[in-house]
């Protein structure tokens, strides 16, 4: 079975902290991955892809990928209230086209 | 750009009553895709549609569930007969395909008494 798999947290970080989200995947051959934001009652947001390794910065969010560990991670720097929320990460397992298949997700809380 | 637009945003139905959720995908999108997320399993895709074409439907829990996509601008999920264990939100999301980057409407908050 391949799997998804997240610390489901919570995470709590001070804000103007560095948060640090990780993920890893089961299957070696997947090429592309997603980190999705979720506030409690509201629909997953894209926030990152990344589809080779290394990094891949935009704005505060830096996602990175390591193939040959099989983890990619979320790096949000200059933590707000406002990134408080569930982070959902997300896999197309190699020869499955379009199909996602989210991990549980980790509860960020950032504190004031 | 309207969004993914899902109807209606809240079911409250009665074990045994069909149900039947709505989506409208983003114009231009060709792929469409129907997910369930609950507590206890988390975010998980029931089937999606390439071309109102149905691709991978093995997430269908059971009989119980279809899915149409009649055209490019609409599709809908049914639950008959619908049971308590299908409480859940629903949501619906479309893509372009373009590096596969999907986007989620608001989703069916569905309860099954």
């Known amino acids: 079975q391949k799997e998804v798999e997240q610390n489901s947290g919570p995470l709590s970080v001070p804000e103007g902290a560095i948060a640090s989200l990780n993920c890893t995947y089961s299957d070696r051959g997947s090429q592309s991955f997603f980190w999705y934001r979720q506030y409690s009652g509201k629909s997953p947001e894209l926030i990152m892809s990344i589809y080779s390794n290394g990094d891949k910065e935009d704005g505060r969010f830096t996602a990175q990928l390591n193939k040959a560990s099989q983890y990619v991670s979320l790096l949000i720097r200059d933590s707000q209230p406002s990134d408080s929320a569930t982070y959902l990460c997300?896999?197309?397992?190699?020869?499955?086209?379009?199909?996602?298949?989210f991990g549980t997700g980790t509860r960020l809380q950032v504190t004031l | 750009d309207a969004g993914v637009i899902q109807s209606p945003r809240h079911e409250v139905t009665e074990m045994g009553q069909e149900v039947t959720l709505r989506c409208k995908p983003i114009s231009g999108h060709n792929s469409l895709f129907w997910y369930r997320q609950t507590m206890m399993r988390g975010l998980e895709l029931l089937i999606y549609f390439n071309n109102n074409v149905p691709i991978d439907d093995s997430g269908m829990p059971e009989d119980r569930f279809s899915a149409k996509m009649p055209n490019a601008s609409f599709s809908t999920l049914k639950i008959q007969p619908s049971e308590p264990r299908d409480s859940a939100v629903y949501f619906c999301?479309?893509?372009?395909?373009?590096?596969?980057?999907?986007?989620f409407g608001a989703g069916t908050r569905l309860s099954v008494l």
């Open positions: 997300a896999v197309i397992w190699s020869g499955t086209a379009s199909k996602l298949t």
């Open positions: 999301a479309s893509s372009t395909g373009v590096k596969n980057i999907q986007y």
